[in-house]
């Protein structure tokens, strides 16, 4: 029973970090984009 209690406390946790790190792999692409895209204006 404890180790449920456990994984229930961490899994609020888990949760955070998968979704921030999805995001962040989300906005990698577009931030590439903008920067090459202000590299081609600039040139």
């Given at each position: 029973m404890r180790v449920i209690g456990v994984?229930?406390?961490l899994?609020?946790?888990v949760v955070?970090?998968?979704v921030s790190s999805i995001?962040?792999?989300l906005?990698?692409?577009f931030r590439a984009l903008?920067?090459?895209r202000?590299?081609?204006a600039k040139a």
């Open positions: 994984s229930l406390a899994l609020p946790i955070v970090l998968l995001l962040r792999g906005t990698l692409p903008l920067a090459l202000r590299g081609a």
